[in-house]
């Protein structure tokens, strides 16, 4: 069974940056699918970045050109790069791991956009 772990939230001054990371437990290998989800105060979760087997990735448009997503199979961790950040961007972020068909979540982990 797989468990995420994220990791890396915080506060950031609009415009700034931030990488959030997700641990992974077990072996890498049989993941095909890894995304990121947030949730913001008062809204649905909704799809953020998504790194399908091989290099092929999806980006919501309100991300796009502004957060990378990234595995490192190595590490066992799946990161979210995420820069020019705006207050619109507060929320909980939370990894999602796909294993043989099962998908898996996090806890989450808050990051707010303030100044």
């Known amino acids: 069974q797989v468990q995420l772990v994220e990791s890396g939230g915080g506060l950031v001054q609009p415009g700034g940056s931030l990488r959030v990371s997700c641990a992974v437990s077990?072996?890498?290998?049989?993941?095909?699918?890894v995304a990121w989800h947030r949730q913001a105060p008062g809204k649905q979760r909704e799809l953020v970045a998504v790194?399908?087997?091989?290099?092929?990735?999806y980006y919501a448009d309100f991300v796009k050109g502004r957060f990378a997503i990234s595995r490192d199979n190595a590490e066992n961790r799946v990161y979210l790069q995420m820069d020019r950040l705006n207050p619109e961007d507060t929320a909980v972020y939370y990894c999602h791991a796909r294993e043989r068909g099962i998908f898996y979540w996090g806890q989450g982990t808050q990051v707010t956009v303030s100044s």
């Open positions: 077990g072996s890498m290998s049989s993941i095909d699918t």
């Open positions: 790194l399908y087997s091989g290099t092929k990735t």
